[in-house]
């Protein structure tokens, strides 16, 4: 190509992206670290559906799934300077960042995920999203994250023992390498990305995830030993970069709270059946499944964690709540 035609090509691209553009006055790009057709990522561009009709055009929203923006930990600072404008990712990235996120991934602290879905729904979720405003975020909604537990390249772990010594990767949360320690394991916090390389290289042995993202994110193909321990039932979290949200007038900016309200039960439907296609998945692959685990002793196990990050009035309050929601 020559400079003239390949100047030519760029201008007619630039074009098109103007074209492309003016579809929508704005159009909000949102972040997910998960494929299309995954629960979070349907559910985001659901509610764009919603966001696009009720602003008659003036407001679209376009997921990035995969990770293509980025993996987690990177997006929700470039959401904060208001490079991303909206993100879909667990509260664990935000643990580090924003103190009451810590408590509903604290390990074993909802009883089952109706419990999260009680206590998330309520006073102690609202708190939890209006803690995001003094961090340049909205919080808009809660989705469905399940539970998750261990798995490994190495043996099926049946007890707390065998997982002695054992490697397993973790989000980027100083909480879970803690509540791994706390397991007699070693932790390495890392990206979600580099996850099935690592176990595949030998780097870990394993990791911890939900149904979905074991299915999803292939890891299961190189850690078949799959143990359901289930130590975190931790939410996800629809954030928006406050920049961006300031810049939609108030009734648009209202029609965007309402819409992420709305895609919750959605989202929710589309998860449960979500993890049921992919336990069965995984299963019929090969996957070698221990259901039979005492919990006690994990649950017992975690009292350090507990003692080391719920320290705050706030905190303990917080605690206080989740356990008396029946
Ligand atoms: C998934 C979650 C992602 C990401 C990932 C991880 O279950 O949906 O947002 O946090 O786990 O382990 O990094």
Same mark, same amino acid.
């Given at each position: 190509m020559t400079l003239k035609t390949s100047l030519f090509a760029a201008l007619l691209g630039s074009a098109a992206m103007a074209t492309a553009a003016t579809a929508c006055d704005t159009t909000l790009r949102s972040s997910d670290t998960h494929p299309e057709g995954y629960p979070t990522v349907v559910a985001v561009q659901e509610m764009g559906k919603l966001v696009e009709e009720r602003t008659d055009g003036r407001v679209c929203i376009e997921v990035f799934a995969s990770a293509q923006l980025g993996e987690e930990?990177?997006? &929700? =600072?470039?959401?904060? *300077? #208001?490079?991303?404008?909206?993100? !879909?990712?667990?509260? #664990?990235?935000f643990n580090n960042i924003i103190e009451e996120t810590q408590v509903p991934s604290l390990p074993y602290i909802f009883?089952?995920?109706?419990?999260?879905?009680?206590?998330?729904?309520?006073?102690? #979720?609202?708190?939890?999203?209006? @803690?995001?405003?003094?961090?340049?975020?909205? #919080?808009?909604?809660?989705?469905?994250? %399940?539970?998750?537990? *261990?798995?490994?390249?190495?043996?099926?772990?049946?007890? /707390?023992?065998?997982?002695?010594?054992?490697? *397993?990767?973790? /989000?980027?949360?100083d909480m879970f390498v803690d509540m791994v320690d706390a397991l007699g394991a070693n932790a390495t916090p890392m990206p979600y990305g580099e996850v099935y390389s690592s176990i595949q290289t030998g780097v870990i042995d394993g990791a911890e995830n939900n149904w979905p993202s074991y299915d999803s994110s292939g890891h299961f193909e190189v850690a078949k030993y799959y143990t359901m321990d289930e130590h975190l039932i931790v939410p996800e979290v629809l954030v928006m970069s406050k920049s961006s949200f300031e810049k939609l007038s108030p009734e648009?900016?209202?029609? $965007? !709270?309402?819409? @992420?309200?709305?895609?919750?039960?959605?989202?929710?439907?589309?998860? @449960? @059946?979500? =993890?049921?296609?992919? =336990?069965?998945?995984?299963? +019929?692959? %090969?996957?070698?499944?221990?259901?039979?685990?005492?919990?006690?002793? *994990? &649950?017992?196990? /975690?009292?350090?964690?507990?003692?080391?990050? $719920?320290?705050?009035?706030?905190?303990?309050?917080?605690?206080?709540?989740?356990? +008396?929601?029946?």
């Open positions: 930990k990177d997006t &929700i =600072e470039q959401t904060q *300077f #208001g490079v991303i404008d909206m993100n !879909r990712v667990s509260l #664990g990235p009883r089952s995920v109706d419990h999260m879905h009680k206590v998330m729904d309520g006073p102690v #979720g609202q708190q939890i999203l209006d @803690a995001f405003s003094d961090h340049d975020l909205v #919080g808009l909604a809660f989705f469905d994250g %399940g539970s998750r537990s *261990f798995y490994n390249s190495e043996k099926p772990v049946k007890s /707390m023992d065998d997982l002695k010594g054992m490697k *397993f990767r973790v /989000m980027q949360s648009d900016q209202e029609i $965007v !709270r309402q819409a @992420a309200k709305e895609v919750v039960p959605v989202m929710r439907d589309l998860w @449960a @059946a979500s =993890e049921k296609e992919s =336990e069965e998945k995984v299963r +019929a692959a %090969g996957a070698e499944i221990v259901t039979d685990i005492d919990k006690q002793p *994990f &649950i017992d196990a /975690m009292k350090p964690v507990y003692d080391k990050y $719920v320290t705050s009035d706030k905190l303990k309050q917080m605690v206080a709540d989740i356990q +008396a929601t029946e």
